[in-house]
Structure formats: structure tokens, C-alpha cells
């Protein structure tokens, strides 16, 4: 099943809240992947649990037939040509699409659909859970999302019980993170008669910040000594050239919450030759690998899948993976 959350081909997109109960609405899925599993996530077990709808703009498209996943080579081309300047400068070329608002293919108009289906599993893996524990006196986790565009992602694990955050080096994408997400949670109470129980949701943030420094996390103002419970990476790493591959899998480290902490990576593009440039730069399930594994490896990885469910571009070929820090 592929999901169509946005019109990317039509320029300039402007964010669009979705429909109510498009993320809280609940809905049985049969086809959730059976995971292989390590350590204490259930082996091959498949979900029948409910789960949070990704159906942006109230569309769900099924896709039988093969598909080309790449972007349509004007796209790839106009993104090589406005990232052909050094690499200390890609920071500035990425704000500077946001501040355009005419040209950003990435974004979707909802949270990931792989996403949503594997947190939909927390009954079943239960280091995914994250609700009912201020209840029994303990803190609550929290999650961080770095290059969080509008936010949809950051939204999602806080409906879940994350105190969530998100990293964002454009001022304009954190703008309009936090307008979307205002507003969309008043969508949500309006439709519901203001019966929604937030008080299980955890804090939702955006902050302009660089991933590799340390002033987005002082802005937070939160005690990070214990380290995040939970990091998603999907657009990510794949933005960034690859000669920053190593200190991002370092930044991964550093930040996780050690023996506890997850990196979950939603792994792409897979489909992409690496010969062909970037951003978004193509990567292998080996790339991941070495970079996060191995016996000098920081993480281990303790669930690798192929999801049923992903955003359209990279539908048949995403695979998810995640990685326990060491």
C-alpha cells in the first residue's frame, strides 16, 4: 500500500492541516510485517492492534503495479544544481529552500506511514512504550526527530507519550512546524468535543538548531544528562553529504540514552545509485551497518524490516531498521 500525503508536484506547496481523526482515528491493520526480532522484541509476531491513520488530505492510494521510485530527474537536477557549492555551505542552501517555500519536494503533509504502523506495535514491543508513565511516577521519554521539516513526525510521538522534539536548522520550517502543530491539535479537540486525553500526550518542540552543536539543546532547556529515549531519523542522513556519515552515526551515540536508547531509521533512499549524487545521497542497509554495528559499533541492531507501509516515493524498497545503543 502506498500513501499519498501531498502534491509535490505542484510548486509552491503550502502546509495543509489534515482532516480530523486522520491521525488519532484508530482502524484495524492485518498486514502489519512480521518482524525479525533480537533481544526483547517479540519474534515474528504480527500485530493486529490499532493504529494511527496516516490519510493526509483523506487519500489512500493502492498501488499494484511496479513503479519508478526515483524523483523525476528535473527534480534530482534542480536539487544537485542548488547544493553544486561547498559543503559548509549546505546548511544555508537548505534554509534558504525553506525560506522560498517553492521547491521542497520532501515534504509530505504527514507523519511517516512506517512510522506510525511500528509504534503502533508498542503492546507487542513494549520498548516502544511511552504513555501512562508519568501515571506511575516515572519520566516521561523523549524522542527527537533532527531535520524535522514541519514537524508531522515530532506530532506523532507525542500523541503516542513522547515529550518530543525536533531539530530544524531553517527558522522558517520551525515557524511553520509550530503553526501546523497548534493548529492541528485544535482541530483534533474541536472534532472530538475536547474529549481528547492529552494529559497522555507528551510535550511537543521545535527548535532551530545545528544537529552537530549543542545550542538547540540548551533552547530546549531540559536536562539531558540521561540522554533521548528514542531518535527517528528518515530524510536525514540521506541530506547529509556523506563525508558527515561518520559524525552523524557519533551525534547518534553521543545523544541516545545509553543501554536503553533507540535509533530508528527509516532506511533511504535504498533505491537510489549511489553514483548519482545528492541529496538526497544513495544508501545501502550496509552503509547503516557499518556506520551504527559491528564490535566497535556503538549500537546494536535489534530489528530490521521491510515495511508494508511508507510514503510513495519509496514504496517497495524502504526497510526500517532499528538500533539499541550499546
Avoid at 525479525?36 to 483523506?58: D, K, V
Avoid at 527548535?207 to 531518535?231: Q, Y
Avoid at 556519515?245 to 547518534?252: D, E, F, G, H, V
Avoid at 547503516?288 to 564490535?295: A, R, S, T, V
Amino acid at each position: 500500500m502506498s500513501v499519498v500525503c501531498s502534491p509535490t508536484t505542484h510548486w509552491p506547496y503550502k502546509p495543509r492541516l489534515l482532516p480530523p481523526s486522520t491521525l488519532f482515528g484508530t482502524s484495524k491493520n492485518t498486514n502489519l510485517p512480521q518482524l525479525r526480532a533480537t533481544e526483547n522484541f517479540s519474534e515474528n509476531r504480527q500485530s493486529t492492534a490499532t493504529y494511527r491513520h496516516c490519510l493526509p488530505l483523506g487519500q489512500i492510494t493502492n498501488i499494484g503495479a511496479s513503479m519508478d521510485h526515483d524523483w523525476p530527474t528535473d527534480e534530482r537536477q534542480r536539487l544537485r544544481e542548488h547544493f553544486s557549492v561547498p559543503t559548509d555551505l549546505h546548511q544555508d542552501k537548505w534554509a534558504e529552500l525553506w525560506d522560498n517555500g517553492e521547491f521542497i519536494p520532501w515534504d509530505k503533509g504527514c507523519p511517516s506511514p512506517a512510522l506510525v504502523d511500528l509504534l503502533a506495535q508498542r503492546q507487542q514491543h513494549t520498548s516502544f512504550t511511552a504513555q501512562d508513565l508519568v501515571a506511575r511516577g516515572e519520566r516521561r521519554k523523549r524522542a527527537l526527530v533532527p531535520g524535522c521539516g514541519r514537524g508531522y513526525d515530532v506530532f506523532l510521538l507525542a500523541t503516542h507519550g513522547y515529550d518530543a522534539f525536533g531539530v530544524e536548522i531553517s527558522k522558517t520550517a520551525v515557524r511553520e512546524a509550530r503553526e501546523w502543530a497548534s493548529d492541528q491539535l485544535e482541530i483534533e479537540k474541536a472534532a472530538s468535543g475536547h474529549t481528547l486525553e492529552t494529559d497522555r500526550w507528551g510535550r511537543i518542540q521545535m527548535v532551530e538548531g545545528d544537529f552537530f552543536k549543542d545550542d538547540w539543546i540548551e533552547a530546549m532547556e531540559i536536562d539531558l544528562r540521561g540522554g533521548f529515549d528514542l531518535v527517528y531519523d528518515y530524510t536525514f542522513m540521506c541530506a547529509l553529504h556523506p563525508t558527515l556519515r561518520r559524525s552523524w552515526a557519533a551525534r547518534m551515540a553521543e545523544l541516545l540514552a545509553p543501554q536503553r536508547g533507540l535509533l530508528v531509521c527509516l532506511e533511504f533512499p535504498l533505491y537510489k545509485p549511489i553514483e548519482t549524487g545528492g541529496p538526497p545521497w544513495g544508501l545501502k542497509s550496509e552503509v547503516y551497518d557499518e556506520l551504527l554495528g559491528g564490535p566497535m559499533g556503538a549500537f546494536q541492531k535489534v530489528l530490521h524490516y521491510k515495511p508494508e507501509r511508507t510514503h510513495k516515493v519509496g514504496e517497495g524498497s524502504d526497510w526500517i531498521s532499528v538500533w539499541r545503543r550499546k
